[in-house]
C-alpha cells in the first residue's frame, strides 16, 4: 500500500517570500500521479498543481511549483510571492495509474501554511 | 466554476442512529468518491462509485455504510447505525473519468458529530 508523509505540520512565512513544503511517498508502482491540494478555512479542498510521474520536467502553475524528485521519492511544493490568500492546510496526494486503484487518492497529512503581513 | 454542494454542513446526532449526507456532483461528471477526515488525522478514502455500482471501497467502508445515486444528480452517503468513531468531516467528490489523471473536484464537507 502507498504512504505519503508530509514531515511539517506548520510552516510560517513573510508576505511575498517563498515557502517549500516537503512531501515524501512510498511506492512499488512505477507509474502514478502525485497532487497538492489546498484546503482553506472554507474546508473546500482546491488543487493546486499536479505531476504525472512519467515526465521529468517538473510542474509549475504560476507562483506554484513542484520539485519532483522520482528516485527518491520526493515531491516538494514550493509557493513563491507568498500571499495572505495562501493560508491554508496543503495537502500531498497520490494516485495510482493503474486500473481500479487509480480511483482513490492517498493523502498526507497535511501542513499548515501561516502568511505573515 | 461548476462546484459540488454538500449538504448538511454540519449534523449532529446520537450514536445508533441512522444518518444521510448528500451531495450534488458536477452535472457531467461520471465518478463520485466519499472521503473522510477526523479531526486531526489524515484524509482517507471511503468509496469510489461509477456507473450505479461501487468500483472501490476502502476497509472503513463496512457493512453499516452504503452509497447511491437515487435520483441521477444526488449522490448520498448513508450510515446505519453511526457510532463515536463515525464523527468527522466527510468529503465528497467527483471528476468527469476515472483513472489517475483525472482530477477530482471536492466538496466544502460534512461534518458529522456523533454524540
Known amino acids: 500500500a502507498q504512504t505519503v508523509t508530509q514531515s511539517q505540520p506548520e510552516m510560517s512565512v513573510q508576505e511575498a517570500e517563498t515557502v517549500t513544503l516537503s512531501c515524501t511517498y512510498d511506492t512499488s508502482e512505477s507509474d502514478y500521479y502525485l497532487f497538492w491540494y489546498k484546503q482553506p478555512p472554507s474546508r473546500q479542498m482546491i488543487l493546486v498543481i499536479r505531476q504525472e510521474a512519467y515526465k521529468q520536467q517538473n510542474a509549475t502553475e504560476n507562483r506554484f511549483s513542484v520539485n519532483f524528485q522520482k528516485a527518491a521519492k520526493s515531491f516538494s511544493l514550493k509557493i513563491s510571492d507568498s500571499q495572505l490568500g495562501d493560508a491554508a492546510m496543503y495537502f500531498c496526494?497520490?494516485?495510482?495509474?493503474?486500473?481500479?486503484?487509480?480511483?482513490?487518492?492517498?493523502f498526507g497529512g497535511g501542513t499548515r501554511v501561516l502568511v505573515k503581513p | 466554476e461548476p462546484e459540488v454542494t454538500q449538504t448538511p454542513s454540519h449534523q449532529v446526532t446520537q450514536m445508533g442512529q441512522e444518518v444521510i449526507l448528500r451531495c450534488v456532483p458536477i452535472s457531467n461528471h461520471l465518478y463520485f468518491y466519499w472521503y473522510r477526515q477526523i479531526l486531526g488525522q489524515k484524509v482517507e478514502f471511503l468509496v469510489s462509485?461509477?456507473?450505479?455500482?461501487?468500483?472501490?471501497k476502502s476497509e472503513i467502508f463496512d457493512d453499516q455504510f452504503s452509497v447511491e445515486r437515487p435520483d441521477g444528480s444526488n449522490f448520498t452517503l448513508k450510515i446505519r447505525s453511526t457510532k463515536l468513531e463515525d464523527s468527522a468531516m466527510y468529503f465528497c467528490?467527483?471528476?468527469?473519468?476515472?483513472?489517475?489523471?483525472?482530477?477530482?473536484?471536492f466538496g466544502a464537507g460534512s461534518r458529522l458529530t456523533v454524540l
Open positions: 467528490a467527483s471528476s468527469a473519468q476515472g483513472g489517475g489523471a483525472n482530477v477530482l473536484t
Open positions: 496526494a497520490y494516485r495510482s495509474a493503474y486500473g481500479a486503484a487509480g480511483n482513490k487518492l492517498t
Open positions: 462509485f461509477y456507473n450505479n455500482e461501487i468500483s472501490e
